[in-house]
């Protein structure tokens, strides 16, 4: 098989994704986001803004929760800890699992998945940044 064609094969880009993953969190294994200065990115919603998007917290949230802190998780994001890891989760697993075995998977999003998810991500924010 020809190394351009093993890149095409459905599963390189879930692999791709998964290994980056695992990179990062190796990254933010030794990289705590709670002391100032660290060397990670900050949120652009909230650099330009000043306001708590859906996903913020999310850093410290995953930091948390690979050193074994599910009650710093929760306080940092619980939506997205609750409803947006298992959601990327399955995500990713189907992605992969559909690519080891050859098919290309492409998740159907129908206009209602996409209102609630967009509505949980806004009431999020707004619940967020009103209530502190």
Known sequence: MALASRFRHP???PLAVLGT????????????PHDPGQ???RCPVNLLT????PACGGTRMTYDLIHG???????DNAVLLLLGLPLAAYLLGKWLLEGL???????????GRVIAIV??????????????
């Open 11 to 13: 599963a390189a880009a």
């Open 21 to 32: 993953g695992v990179v990062g969190l190796v990254y933010l294994w030794h990289t705590n």
């Open 39 to 41: 060397l990670l990115p």
């Open 50 to 53: 000043g306001v708590l998007c």
């Open 69 to 75: 802190d599910l009650v710093a998780a929760f306080h």
């Open 101 to 111: 075995r050859g098919r290309r998977y492409v998740p159907r999003w129908g206009a």
């Open 119 to 132: 509505g949980v991500a806004a009431g999020w924010m707004v619940v967020r940044n009103v209530l502190g």
